[in-house]
């Protein structure tokens, strides 16, 4: 897939941290997608972009609507859309929570950006055929 056709790839970032939100628009966009930034569910769910989005990068804890109802979410309207959870408060119930509903991975914070990146390409796998 050219740079120019990944452009029209949207991946999606939700976290309330502004630093991880810049570092994944960051990395996202280096790596030729279009990235959206969004600081909760709620705020992205407003958005409409969930109707264009190829892959939800998502935290876990955030004040409101959790990462868990982000994907919750998501399942109801795009069930097949891929979701990756990145999280500093990793429990083994979470993760396994996260895994058992669908998400294609599940990070822990900090995370190593050749690790998301290797993730995000494995789940956009189907898109970019």
């Known amino acids: 897939m050219t740079n120019s056709a990944r452009h029209l790839v949207v991946v999606v970032a939700v976290d309330d941290d502004f630093r991880v939100r810049e570092s994944i628009e960051s990395l996202v966009g280096s790596a030729g997608y279009a990235p959206r930034l969004f600081s909760s569910g709620e705020e992205f769910f407003k958005s409409g ?20 109802e982000v994907q919750r979410r998501i399942r109801l309207e795009r069930p097949t859309l891929p979701v990756i959870f990145i999280s500093a408060h990793d429990s083994a119930e979470t993760r396994q929570i996260a895994l058992n509903e669908g998400a294609v991975s599940f990070l822990d914070k900090p995370f190593n ?3 998301l990146l290797a993730k995000l390409h494995v789940a956009l796998t189907p898109v970019q055929k």
């Open 113 to 115: 950006a050749a690790d």
């Open 49 to 68: 972009t969930l109707a264009v989005a190829a892959c939800v990068i998502t935290d876990v804890r955030m004040p409101g609507m959790d990462g868990i």
